[in-house]
């Protein structure tokens, strides 16, 4: 992986890669963990896996499965109420570029890439620890889908890292949230600069460094309201404790089964 892309090839990604592709012409980028067997567990807005809602709403959503996969018989498993999928890598890439999420990278590194929800300062945990994770919610769910608070960067985040937000309330892990974000308050921030600086290079300069400087502050790697949380324990942080309880029993003979596949 290179400053400018992290593309890869289907060949350089191992089981507990954090992996993900551009969707919409590269208008934002959908996210998950490949856990092994050309198969991706990965967190969707789940009335986006609702049968009943119209179809023609849902040709307008590029992450709703359009057709049944023809090579994977489990492509799309996910438990009812729960929007953690498990998909064939195919189905996840919908012939978009294969890109590998970044872990550990360095602030300079980290501010180096001027778009969000490419990379992180936080470290990994152990691949077998990540795979573990996205198969316990593939099981148990992931809460609510949340497209600043709780969405698929977030999904992946967790499973690679274990760390959950204290308040939540507020922008959660995603890097794509907080570049949302950060954009259109840069802008607001130094727009007073236009009074006082004649050059507009001089203020869109200021503008990108503001940018760079709210990406990087939200980033999880450098955060002070994160906490490490086991997976077993997430249902009680996010509170969900209590909905899965009967229903994770009923489906560890399915998880094996999953797993083996």
Not at 56 to 73: A, I, K, R, Y
Not at 126 to 135: D, K, Q, S, Y
């Amino acid at each position: 992986m290179g400053l400018l892309t992290n593309r890869v090839e289907r060949n350089e990604i191992k089981p507990g890669d954090h992996i993900y592709t551009y969707r919409a012409v590269f208008a934002y980028s959908h996210h998950g963990i490949f856990v092994g067997g050309s198969k991706v567990v990965h967190f969707r807005p789940e009335r986006n896996l609702d049968s009943s809602i119209d179809t023609s709403s849902n040709l307008l959503d590029p992450t709703f499965p359009q057709s049944t996969c023809p090579t994977f018989p489990d492509c799309g498993f996910r438990q009812p109420n729960s929007g953690v999928v498990l998909s064939c890598l195919d189905c996840f890439l919908r012939n978009g570029s294969l890109y590998c999420f970044e872990y550990g990278v360095t602030p300079s590194v980290f501010l180096a890439k001027v778009r969000g929800g490419t990379c992180t300062t936080a470290a990994s945990d152990p691949l077998e620890t990540v795979i573990h994770r996205a198969m316990y919610l593939l099981q148990n769910g992931f809460g609510n889908y949340d497209i600043f608070e709780n969405n698929c960067e977030d999904f992946a985040l967790y499973c690679k890292t274990g760390l959950l937000i204290l308040d939540n309330l507020g922008i959660g892990r995603s890097g794509q949230a907080s570049s949302m974000i950060g954009g259109p308050l840069a802008a607001l921030l130094s727009s007073p600069l236009k009074l006082l600086m004649p050059s507009p290079i001089g203020v869109a300069t200021v503008t990108a460094g503001m940018y760079c400087m709210t990406r990087y502050a939200t980033d999880i790697g450098i955060r002070t309201d994160v906490i490490k949380v086991a997976v077993e324990d997430l249902a009680v942080n996010l509170g969900w404790a209590g909905r899965h309880d009967e229903a994770a029993e009923e489906n560890e003979a399915s998880n094996r089964q999953v797993v083996a596949l």
